[in-house]
Each structure stands twice: as structure tokens, then as C-alpha cells.
């Protein structure tokens, strides 16, 4: 379990330097390393970059100009937070079109295997969670001069554009272990593959975007479990029937059989070649080949709430009971959750750069500043909502406080950072007499 000493992170330190210093800064510098991203650099490095891009993310800045500014108005405390450069608008914009943003993503990587532990919930009551995987994906707004526009062609011929991050959620610690990044106009089951690395024996929730059989397939040969919504037009045919639970709200239980097919491309063998009239081609060219089976699942048909309708729900699980599976997709609602607090408490409608790689940068950014604050959070034991957190780290970026003990009771952390400077005044100047209007707080 991950802990955080007063002496080790809270000593003197404004609370940005405080949430900086539980990056691991050697593991920053070898992750640079193997990125190559310090080539050619002489004063903005990767740690000091990624530095620039959180407080970009927290303080909820809508331009370069706002984040340069913020640095210059405290540059005298840029040592506390490891760094020694004042970057400039123009290395700032050019550093974030050029340095690779797999390197912000690796960081978060990092970051996740250290502490994803440290935010799970080991809860009794939350045990369908253990193992339970969110699959979903979230759409950013942006100009279609950047990415590929969406949808269909409105009268007026302009396509929004926009980038889509494909999230794989661990449900245990509400992080995402997986995140890819695509143009909005690519499908999402593209990105299914991403479960297939699943550790046995887990699950994945997903909605109806993602049907798709033969990936269904893949994850039963792989002994990895799922839930889904069917699709109204889905055909199936019916095997038999499962005894229903004593749950109400449970309509039907089935056993049913789909048919699934998937094309492939292979290149002709030698042996085919020979075969082939004419000149011989320059590439060697390709056939398709189809493969068809059949696919053996459960439907499991449940009320909805107002119990004027039902819905059904697609799983290749035997093992748990109905209401358990309906329940497993009902917890899917968390990866919504997640999307809703980036987008609302992270600067994510007002990018820092106009480019595919810098737009990757910043939501990593925002990623990487959503996992440390959780730490913060979890490690204030979950004294304030998510939403004020982010507030109140936003107004004490650069304070000298303790920001577990500002969540857990911020009244009685503002007394005690207002009774330290009055110590300190007072061993500077024994006549010193401090007015304020917190006085009688």
C-alpha cells in the first residue's frame, strides 16, 4: 500500500509540488530515456514538460499565455517543483507538437501500476467489482481541418471533426487501465482487441457499439467473460431454457446459439503462385478466406426499472446467477461517471495546440492530473467530493499547505498555516503584529 509521509512530501512545499512529488522522477527520466524524447534538448526536458502539462491540467488554463503566466508569477517557487527553466509560449507550443506523446502515456502506465493497488476498493459489498472491466469510449469535440469529421454531412457541408478515446476501466479503482486515441469517424469495436489482454477469469462490460461475434469468440477461447445489451436485430436461435431465479425483475433466462463469420486476407503460397497465368506481379497477391462457427451464449432478459419494459442482456457466462449479471452491467455506469468528471473539472474544450500530437499530449495530461488527485483523494480518505478537491487545489496551487489536512478539515489546515507565518514573522521581527480578517476563525 502506497502511504504518504508529512516529512517526506509536505514539508514546506506549495500543494503543486506536493502532488508532483508523487511521480517518481528517476522512473520519468528512464521512461524519457527509452522514449529518446531529451534528444536535442538543452533546457525544456520531458520531466519539466510533463510538469507544465499538469499544472495545465489543474489549474484549468485555456491557453499557453495563461500557463506561462501562471510560472512567472511564481517563479520563485519553480525550485520546489523540480525544475529550473520558465518556459516560453513558443517552446512550450513547439514541444508539444514535437515530443511524442507516447511518452505522457507511458507516464501514466507508470503511474497506474504503481498506485492502482492503492486506489482499489477492497469492499465487500463491491465484490462483483474484483475483475470487472469497463469498456467504452468518449468523443472530444474538435475543428475537422485537425481530425476526420463525424457523422453525416450537415447543409451547411462543415463536418465537425474529432478525437475519440477508447478507455478500457478498471471498475476496483475507477482508473483506466487502457486508453488509445483514434479519429471519431473510426468505429469503436476497433479497439476491442484491448480485452484480449485481460488477465483469465475477468470480465468486461461493454454497450451495443461493440457486437461483434467473432471478437466474442476470441473472448470465450481466452476463458474471458462479458456483458452486454442485445441488439434489437440480432439473430439467435434458442437452446434452452435456464431455470429463472426467484428475482421478480428477471423475464427469461436462455441458452442460445449464434453464427458468427470472419474475413481474412492472406497472401498466395508458393504453391498457389505456380498456378497463376500471366507475368508475375510485383507484390505477391492476396485471397480472402471466410471462417463461420457457431457461437453458444446466454440471454438473460430483465425489467427495467418503471417495470414497463424489458431489456436483455448477452453474456458467455454460465456460472453466476441472472440478477448477478444484470448487476454487472449496470456497474458499466462507471465509466460514465469518469468520462462525466474529465470533462467537467479538466480544461478539455480548449486545446494548447493545434495538432493531432498535441491534443494527445494534453488529454494524457489531464489522465495523468485525474490519477494523482484520486491519490490524494483516497489518501484524505474521501473527506471531499471529487469536484471541490479540484477546486480547492485549483485556488491553493502555489500555497504552503498541507493538502491531505486542507481535504480532511481545510478550516483547521487554514489556521495552521496562518499560525506557522505568524511564527515566522515574529523570529524575523518581534514587533511584528499580523492584521487580518481570519483572525477570529
Known sequence: MVTMSKDTYFSGHPVLSQIIKLINRDKVNELATTTK???????????????VMIYAALSGAKSIRQVVEGFEANVTRLNHLGISYLVRRSTLSDANKKRTSQFFGDVYKALYERYSSFLSDSKSSKALQKGLYILDSTTISLFSQILKGVGRTPKNSEKKGGIKAHTLLEASCVLPSFVDYSAAAIHDHSRMSSILS???GSFAAFDMGYVDYWMWKQFTDHDIFF???????MSFTVIENITCSSDDDIVSDQKISVVYRHTTERELTEEEMKHRRGRKPKKRPTVKQTETGTLVLRRVVKKTDDKKGTIAFITNNFSLSASEICEIYRRRWGIECLFKRLKQNFPLKYFLGDSVNAIEIQIWSVMIAYLLTRVISREAKDKMSFSNLVCAIRLTMFSYIDIVAMVVDPLRAWRDLKEAQRKQALAYNPKYIQLSLFDDL
Open 227 to 233: 456483458v452486454t445489451r442485445q441488439k434489437d436485430k
Open 198 to 200: 485481460l488477465p483469465s
Open 37 to 51: 524524447v531529451n534528444r536535442y534538448v538543452k533546457s525544456f526536458d520531458a520531466f519539466t514538460h510533463l510538469v
